[in-house]
């Protein structure tokens, strides 16, 4: 596992609670704009705690206050990278918390992935549990990643418990570090291949699966099947099977166009049909992720559609 820094909780927590307190904010973009902008001439090396710990840049001591630098080293985030030190993780806002997660370039196989997609995920979340009426009780976010989803969950249902399942163990101990920084409790990280290996129904089920074709098979963002839909598809079926009365999945994923056919789009709403939910399903936005139309896998692709499934069991 590459990630030295997971074996340091406790100073991970209180490193990002001293970031925190230092008014740091950062939105993380996506790796191909996050490689432009790290390509200016004037991005060599960080000139502040955003180019550390969000851009990933190479410092020098003297950018970083004495004390976060000490904290970054009781972490072990702290790495040579030529004449200066490099942050070996970054930290992103959302929803009035920091999260941890794999410092740019994310190219191991076991990087613990956050980005635009992240904020979309989360924001289809909060608008669910907005108009929701029942209480969450019991929930799960399925390839939790960082946690995200999950802790926002937390916050907004209070006593719930709520499960963050992964494969990865990087992203098992990210979101638990994830949650003790952001003091939400009922949170339990899990070892599981989508529900395989957790028990029990749930009210909630979140998930913002992998849905590229990625030919290093990186476990954030290898989506099987012919397009990329092949674990968004085995979540919807997972959700059919373990969803209580009045539960609901709310699935973030893309789906490929052909032809002007949203294949996925057929494929997920005959699943939940046969499983008698109800679902709502909608484009967040119709086009994105272009330069991955280069790649040959999409050589018959329209476009790229983020998209919004939601599936309930009548009560």
Known sequence: MQQDWLETDEALVALIRAVRETGYSFTTVTPASHARVNAR????????????LGWSRPFREEVVPAEILAAMRRANVVEPAGEGLRATIRLSS???????????????TDAVFFGPDTTRFVSAVTTHLAGRRAPVQRAVDI????????????????GAEVLL????????????INARAAGVSGIVPRRSNLLREVEGRFDLIVSNPPFMIDR???????GGGALGEGLSL??????????????????????????????????????????????????????????????PAYAEADRIALVVLTATRPA
Request: hydrophobic share 45%; aromatic share 8%; glycine share 12%.
């Open 143 to 158: 390839g939790a990643g960082s946690g995200a989803a999950g802790i926002v969950v937390a916050k907004r249902a209070p």
């Open 94 to 108: 959302l929803d009035g918390e920091l999260f941890l997660h794999s410092a740019y370039p994310p190219s191991a």
């Open 234 to 295: 085995a979540v919807v079926e997972a959700a059919a099977e373990r969803l209580a009365p009045g539960g609901s999945l709310v699935l973030f994923t893309g789906s490929v166009i052909v032809g002007g056919a949203d294949r996925f789009r057929e494929a997920a709403l005959a699943a939940c049909a046969r499983a008698g939910l109800a679902t709502d399903y909608r484009e967040f936005d119709p086009d994105a992720y272009g330069e991955e139309l280069d790649d």
């Open 41 to 52: 001439p004037d991005a060599a090396w960080a000139r502040d705690l955003r180019d550390v």
């Open 216 to 222: 290093s098979g990186r476990t954030y963002r290898h």
């Open 165 to 176: 399942v992964d494969i990865n163990p990087a992203a098992l101990r990210a979101g638990r």
